[in-house]
C-alpha cells in the first residue's frame, strides 16, 4: 500500500473515532464542558508520553515555539471556542456553524504547497455539507441575531480546527509524538478554565468513569495523533470530505445505543455524504485501479 493512501487511512480512523464522541460525552454524565476537556486530554496525554517514554524518542517534543503554538491553540482553541458557542447560541445552529471545517479545509488546502482544488474536491464537500445540515438540523434551524456572539464563536471554532489540520500539513517533517505536547498543555489550560468559570462535578458512577476514559483514549486521545499523521502525509482534500461522515456516523451511533430515533432525513444524509466522499476520491481511486492494472 501506498505511504500516501495509508496515511489517507490513519486519518479516516480519527473520524471513525470522532463519531463515539457525543455517545460517550452523553454517557459520560453531568461533568462540566472543561473540566471533561481537562480530564479526556490528560487520558490522552498519558497515551502519547507513554509511547514517547517506550521509544525512547523525548526529543520529539523539542520544537520551535510556533509548532507549539498552532498545536496548543487548535486543541484548546477548537473546544474553547465550541464550549462558547454551544453557551451562547441554540446547539443546533452553533453545531452546523462549527462543522464548516472541512469545507475550510478542502478550499484552503489549495493554498498547501503541491496541492491543487479540483471541482469533484469543491463539489464533494458541499455534498457531504448538504448531508451534515440534514444530521445536525434535524429538528430545524432559525438563525437568530440574539445569538451573534455564539455564532460567531462556532465561526471562530471552525476556522480554528481548519487552520490548525493545514498548518500541521506545513509542520510536516514535525513528529507525531509532539500531540502528546499539545494534549498536555491542553489538559492544563483546561483545568484552569474549570477552576475559572465551572463548578467541580465527579462522575457519579463507574459507567460513567468508563465513559471518559473511553473518550480519553479514543475521541479525546488517539484520534488526534493519527489525524496529525493523516493530515501530514495523506490526502488532505479526502480527509476533509469525509470528515462530514463523523457527524452522520455519531447520529447512528446514537440511534443504535437507543438515545435517537432513525428518520428517511438520516438515510438521505448518508447518501450524500457518502456520494461526497466518493466524488472527492474519484482521482486517487482511478490512480489506484490503473497501479492494481499495471501490477
Known amino acids: 500500500m501506498q505511504s500516501r493512501t495509508a496515511a489517507t487511512l490513519l486519518g479516516f480512523l480519527a473520524i471513525l473515532m470522532w463519531a463515539l464522541l457525543a455517545l460517550l460525552t452523553a454517557a459520560s454524565g453531568t461533568v462540566p464542558p472543561f473540566q471533561l476537556s481537562a480530564l479526556t486530554f490528560l487520558i490522552g496525554a498519558a497515551i502519547g508520553l507513554l509511547w ?25 482553541g477548537y473546544h474553547a471556542f465550541y464550549f462558547t458557542a454551544l453557551r451562547n447560541a441554540p446547539a443546533v445552529e452553533a453545531s452546523l456553524i462549527a462543522y464548516l471545517w472541512p469545507l475550510l479545509i478542502v478550499v484552503f488546502s489549495a493554498l498547501l504547497p503541491g496541492e491543487r482544488l479540483r471541482w469533484f474536491h469543491v463539489a464533494g464537500a458541499l455534498l457531504g455539507l448538504a448531508g451534515t445540515v440534514l444530521v445536525v438540523g434535524r429538528g430545524g434551524m432559525a438563525f437568530d441575531g440574539r445569538y451573534a456572539f455564539g455564532y460567531a464563536a462556532a465561526a471562530a471554532c471552525a476556522l480554528t480546527w481548519s487552520g490548525y489540520s493545514l498548518l500541521s500539513r506545513r509542520f510536516a517533517a514535525v513528529p507525531t509524538g509532539i500531540v502528546a505536547g499539545f494534549c498536555l498543555a491542553t489538559a492544563l489550560l483546561s483545568g484552569a478554565a474549570h477552576v475559572l468559570v465551572e463548578e467541580t462535578v465527579w462522575p457519579a458512577s463507574r459507567a460513567e468513569w468508563a465513559a471518559i476514559a473511553a473518550l480519553g483514549l479514543m475521541p479525546v486521545g488517539a484520534a488526534f495523533y493519527v489525524w496529525d499523521h493523516g493530515v501530514k502525509r495523506g490526502n488532505i482534500q479526502v480527509l476533509g470530505v469525509a470528515s462530514y461522515a463523523a457527524p452522520l456516523l455519531s447520529t447512528l451511533a446514537l440511534i443504535f445505543s ?8 438520516i438515510a438521505l444524509a448518508a447518501a450524500l ?13 482511478r490512480r489506484r485501479r490503473a497501479a492494481d492494472v499495471a501490477a
Not at 52 to 75: E, K, T
Not at 258 to 265: D, F
Not at 273 to 285: D, Q, R, V
Open 52 to 76: 514517547l517514554a517506550a521509544s525512547g524518542r523525548w526529543g520529539d517534543l523539542r520544537q520551535p515555539w510556533p509548532v507549539w503554538a498552532v498545536g496548543i491553540g487548535g486543541l484548546f
Open 258 to 265: 437507543g438515545y435517537a430515533e432513525p428518520t428517511l432525513g
Open 273 to 285: 455524504i457518502t456520494a461526497g466522499a466518493l466524488l472527492a476520491s474519484l482521482p486517487a481511486l
